[in-house]
C-alpha cells in the first residue's frame, strides 16, 4: 500500500515560513508527479502547487511567488517551501498523487496575524 507521510506544519506569524515534507514509500517515486493541496475549514479543498515527474511545478494564483514546489527523487520526498506566509493560508495541507488518488493524512499550517 503506497503511503504519503507529511511532515513539516506548525504555528507562524505572517510574513514567515515553512517548509513541508512529503515522504512517499512502497511506489516507484520517480515516475509520479505529485500535488500539494490544502483545506481551510468550511473551505473545499484546493490545488496549491503540483510538480511532475520531471520536475515542472505548476502553482495557484494564490501561492505563486511565495510558495516553491521541489522533489528529491533520492530520498522518495517532495517539499513545500512556503515563504511571506500570510494568515489566509492557514490550513491543513495534504500531499496527493494525483495518478492513483493516493493522500497523506495531512499537516496543519496555522499564520497568525
Known amino acids: 500500500q503506497v503511503q504519503l507521510v507529511e511532515s513539516g506544519g506548525g504555528l507562524v506569524q505572517a510574513g514567515g515560513s515553512l517548509r513541508l515534507s512529503c515522504a512517499a514509500s512502497r511506489i516507484n517515486f520517480g515516475i509520479y508527479a505529485f500535488a500539494w493541496d490544502r483545506q481551510a475549514p468550511g473551505k473545499q479543498r484546493e490545488l496549491v502547487a503540483s510538480?511532475?515527474?520531471?520536475?515542472?511545478?505548476n502553482y495557484a494564483d494564490s501561492v505563486k511567488g511565495r510558495f516553491t514546489i521541489s522533489r528529491d527523487n533520492a530520498k522518495n520526498t517532495v517539499y513545500l517551501q512556503m515563504n511571506s506566509l500570510k494568515p489566509e493560508d492557514t490550513a491543513v495541507y495534504f500531499c496527493?498523487?494525483?495518478?492513483?488518488?493516493?493522500w497523506g493524512q495531512g499537516t496543519q499550517v496555522t499564520v497568525s496575524s
Open positions: 496527493r498523487i494525483p495518478a492513483g488518488n493516493y
Open positions: 510538480i511532475s515527474s520531471g520536475g515542472r511545478p
